[in-house]
């Protein structure tokens, strides 16, 4: 099987071609090798996941009753324990994931149909809820997982079982298929099918990528059908009896309100969403679609601009785990679902792909460094589902969760981290991120080596060096991040000579003969900026939020003798002092601190403003907020 040639512009290079060497996230990759994968594996089993893939489930047995969605956490597991094996052999680990993939194989149908719910719990009931069950998005998912196996290890043990069920897929829901004009009510398996067609060849299943999306939307509508087919509530029927009375908020929640070329703003369900806009990018890039291009910048234009928070988080509501209305920001109550930002991340590296701008990846880079890592805990053993922008001191995190999205998904992030770091096109290098790193790439016929030297994300200098077996022609592509005032580029020992030029797509090219040997200095003028939102957004009215490099900043009541929300700052700011670590600067200086004392445990309201004292503060990257125990926490800071 031959991988097709993709459309897109530039397209992001394979796991196992990148190794990560950097000082902030190589300690992370290596706990997640050493430690998470470990305990959520363990959790995988305890839960009863795993062992529901022997199919002895029946009607009074002891063994947890098996989940429509339990095989998307076992396929995202898998997926990131075999980035993992791409770059770091680990035979504990290949046994693990061998023996996964030994039980998805066992309980597959002689059709290749695979979801334990539909077989023992449900049996006969197989794609009749399409809004709720969850059926194709957990196929999804296990197709994601078939397609990293494979390349990152080049078997095709777990891709032969996840073609199986595609060809399935494409039996009932292509022409003439049962069901055909369905779709999923959780997208996903849109972009999985793309990633199958890219690994394959096999068009039938970037086919049905474009008719799933296509469907979406259209009128008659398929959940009404369906609805009426089945004559029952559906698997979240109880937990929504307002859905008829409320139709089209419950059609937004799942995008399928509107045909997607017709839609203009983000709404619902968040990481719902950001699937399908992932799908949509990719289909742009493989078919040259400018309806749906359009589409996508569009949606795009919306949400950066009206509906995201300044950490990368999206999503302001819990009660349908995503967007409301433009500008409805809430700190304290912020649904931010780590899982969303992984999906902002999933469709801002496609939008980038697709145009070959640097605006996306600054997003990429905002959302990967604040609202995605602070997810999970420094020890990689605990997790957030959401990510407040305050605390009032009771929020923590957790080992695991009954819906348990959002823990394997991080792992699968974290672990292709080097699929983002860099992107190519046939004549082109393009350094997204500014992580320590090893390329090894194919460009304009030389087999180069690009090794990224750094102090980490947000350091002032970045130093690559170039290998290579033979000098060749090709353009080296450097970001010029949002977060630098200004970029200096020097080349083969000469100094970075004065602000390089930024091209309209928010790249220096530096296009020349490459050899052997040959470096690239990149300087950035970095420093603290005071972020203030828009005057709509009424939860920062007064507030500033803290900036360094890509981070995000926060306070967290531990540090201070007051509660963080009590601290007001002033004319100075902050500024970056060394760390234990030395990687990521905490930001030290003085505020004014407000407190009554005794008098504010005695009464709620008062004639005069509270007494304020100078304090010194420290401000913590926000993803390493709560590592510490409970305390209160505040991004958004109020200015004198």
């Known amino acids: 099987?031959?991988?097709?040639?993709?459309?897109?512009?530039?397209?992001?290079?394979?796991?196992?071609?990148?190794?990560?060497?950097?000082?902030?996230?190589?300690?992370?990759?290596?706990?997640?090798?050493?430690?998470?994968?470990?305990?959520?594996?363990?959790?995988?089993?305890?839960?009863?996941?795993?062992?529901?893939?022997?199919?002895?489930?029946?009607?009074?047995?002891?063994?947890?009753?098996?989940?429509?969605?339990?095989?998307?956490?076992?396929?995202?597991?898998?997926?990131?324990?075999?980035?993992?094996?791409?770059?770091?052999?680990?035979?504990?680990?290949?046994?693990?994931?061998?023996?996964?993939?030994?039980?998805?194989?066992?309980?597959?149908?002689?059709?290749?149909?695979?979801?334990?719910?539909?077989?023992?719990?449900?049996?006969?009931?197989?794609?009749?809820?399409?809004?709720?069950?969850?059926?194709?998005?957990?196929?999804?998912?296990?197709?994601?997982?078939?397609?990293?196996?494979?390349?990152?290890?080049?078997?095709?043990?777990?891709?032969?079982?996840?073609?199986?069920?595609?060809?399935?897929?494409?039996?009932?829901?292509?022409?003439?298929?049962?069901?055909?004009?369905?779709?999923?009510?959780?997208?996903?398996?849109?972009?999985?099918?793309?990633?199958?067609?890219?690994?394959?060849?096999?068009?039938?299943?970037?086919?049905?990528?474009?008719?799933?999306?296509?469907?979406?939307?259209?009128?008659?509508?398929?959940?009404?059908?369906?609805?009426?087919?089945?004559?029952?509530?559906?698997?979240?029927?109880?937990?929504?009896?307002?859905?008829?009375?409320?139709?089209?908020?419950?059609?937004?929640?799942?995008?399928?309100?509107?045909?997607?070329?017709?839609?203009?703003?983000?709404?619902?369900?968040?990481?719902?969403?950001?699937?399908?806009?992932?799908?949509?990018?990719?289909?742009?890039?493989?078919?040259?679609?400018?309806?749906?291009?359009?589409?996508?910048?569009?949606?795009?234009?919306?949400?950066?601009?009206?509906?995201?928070?300044?950490?990368?988080?999206?999503g302001d509501s819990r009660h349908n785990e995503g967007f409301t209305r433009d500008h409805a920001l809430p700190n304290e109550t912020a649904y931010a679902e780590t899982c969303a930002s992984i999906g902002l991340v999933f469709w801002a590296s496609r939008m980038a792909g697709l145009t070959g701008r640097a605006t996306y990846v600054d997003v990429l880079d905002r959302a990967l460094h604040n609202g995605v890592i602070a997810g999970v805990s420094a020890d990689g053993q605990r997790f957030f589902y959401e990510n407040p922008l305050a605390s009032d001191g009771t929020v923590e995190r957790a080992d695991w969760f009954d819906c348990a999205c959002c823990p394997p998904n991080l792992a699968r992030l974290e672990a292709s981290l080097g699929s983002y770091i860099y992107a190519t096109s046939p004549d082109a290098v393009a350094v997204d991120l500014y992580i320590g790193s090893t390329l090894t790439a194919d460009v304009a016929g030389a087999r180069i080596r690009l090794r990224q030297e750094t102090a980490g994300p947000g350091a002032d200098r970045v130093v690559l060096r170039v290998a290579a077996a033979a000098p060749a022609t090709w353009s080296l592509l450097l970001r010029a991040p949002s977060w630098a005032r200004s970029v200096s580029v020097g080349v083969n020992g000469g100094p970075p000579d004065g602000v390089a030029p930024v091209g309209a797509d928010g790249y220096v090219r530096l296009r020349r003969e490459w050899a052997d040997g040959d470096t690239v200095e990149i300087r950035f003028e970095v420093d603290v900026r005071r972020v203030h939102a828009s005057t709509l957004v009424a939860a920062d009215a007064g507030r500033v939020a803290l900036t360094h490099g890509p981070f995000v900043y926060c306070l967290e009541g531990i540090d201070l003798d007051v509660p963080a929300h009590a601290v007001v700052l002033g004319e100075s700011t902050p500024q970056p002092r060394a760390t234990p670590s030395g990687v990521v600067p905490d930001l030290a200086g003085p505020a004014w601190g407000e407190t009554r004392g005794r008098a504010d445990l005695d009464a709620l309201y008062f004639t005069e403003r509270a007494p304020r004292t100078e304090i010194a503060v420290t401000a913590v990257p926000y993803h390493s907020w709560n590592n510490r125990g409970r305390s209160t926490m505040a991004v958004w800071l109020r200015e004198a």
């Open 1 to 314: 099987m031959e991988p097709t040639p993709t459309r897109a512009r530039r397209i992001p290079v394979n796991v196992r071609d990148v190794v990560v060497q950097d000082p902030f996230w190589g300690p992370r990759q290596e706990l997640l090798r050493t430690r998470t994968l470990a305990a959520q594996y363990d959790q995988l089993v305890a839960t009863g996941r795993l062992g529901a893939l022997a199919l002895t489930w029946t009607p009074g047995s002891e063994e947890p009753t098996p989940h429509p969605f339990w095989e998307s956490d076992i396929a995202k597991w898998l997926e990131a324990a075999s980035y993992v094996l791409g770059t770091h052999p680990d035979a504990a680990l290949e046994a693990k994931v061998d023996g996964v993939i030994a039980a998805l194989a066992g309980a597959q149908g002689e059709d290749g149909y695979l979801n334990v719910y539909f077989t023992v719990v449900a049996p006969g009931q197989r794609f009749t809820d399409l809004r709720d069950a969850h059926e194709l998005y957990s196929a999804g998912h296990l197709i994601e997982a078939g397609v990293a196996h494979h390349e990152a290890t080049g078997r095709t043990t777990l891709l032969v079982v996840v073609t199986r069920l595609a060809d399935l897929l494409c039996r009932e829901f292509g022409p003439g298929g049962a069901h055909h004009g369905g779709y999923c009510g959780h997208e996903e398996v849109e972009l999985a099918l793309v990633r199958l067609y890219r690994v394959t060849g096999e068009r039938r299943y970037l086919d049905l990528a474009l008719t799933f999306v296509d469907a979406r939307g259209t009128q008659p509508h398929y959940f009404e059908l369906e609805h009426g087919r089945r004559g029952t509530p559906g698997f979240f029927g109880e937990h929504f009896p307002q859905r008829e009375q409320r139709r089209r908020e419950f059609e937004e929640y799942n995008q399928s309100h509107l045909p997607v070329r017709e839609q203009t703003e983000v709404v619902g369900h968040a990481v719902r969403a950001m699937y399908l806009y992932s799908a949509m990018a990719d289909l742009a890039a493989e078919t040259g679609d400018d309806g749906l291009r359009a589409a996508c910048e569009r949606l795009w234009t919306h949400l950066t601009t009206r509906r995201m928070y300044v950490t990368g988080g999206i």
